[in-house]
Nanobody
Framework: QVQLVESGGGLVQAGGSLRLSCAAS????????AAWFRQAPEKEREFVIS?????YYADSVKGRFTISRDNAKNTVYLQMNSLKPEDTAVYYC???????????????????WGQGTQVTVSS
């Protein structure tokens, strides 16, 4: 069984940066397709970024957010720069196996989910 634990959320002013972490246990994360999704109050969960053999970005975060991996720590990161108030949401890490060349952008493809971490961007 794989467990994902996010951390790094918080309150930041518009234009600021945050880095979210997603630590995996139970299985090697480097073999997984990983993604971040987010959900704002009263909105559907939406795709942010995914990584497998390639990386896909939501249009709303392109040029501002990046995803990276530290295989030694079995951790995936979401670096968020130039944050905007509309980025305010609970951010979720997700994964499925194996690591695919074209990482899915739909929540239903993902088997494992973290508990979420709140990101609030003030104007």
């Amino acid at each position: 069984q794989v467990q994902l634990v996010e951390s790094g959320g918080g309150l930041v002013q518009a234009g600021g940066s945050l880095r979210l972490s997603c630590a995996a246990s139970g299985r090697t994360f480097s073999s997984a397709t990983a993604a971040w999704f987010r959900q704002a109050p009263e909105k559907e969960r939406e795709f942010v970024i995914s990584n497998g053999g390639s990386t896909y970005y939501a249009d709303s975060v392109k040029g501002r957010f990046t995803i990276s991996r530290d295989n030694a720590k079995n951790t995936v990161y979401l670096q968020m720069n130039s944050l905007k108030p509309e980025d305010t949401a609970v951010y979720y890490c997700a994964a499925y196996y194996p690591r695919t060349a074209r990482p899915s952008t739909t929540p239903n493809a993902y088997t494992y989910w973290g508990q979420g971490t709140q990101v609030t961007v003030s104007s």
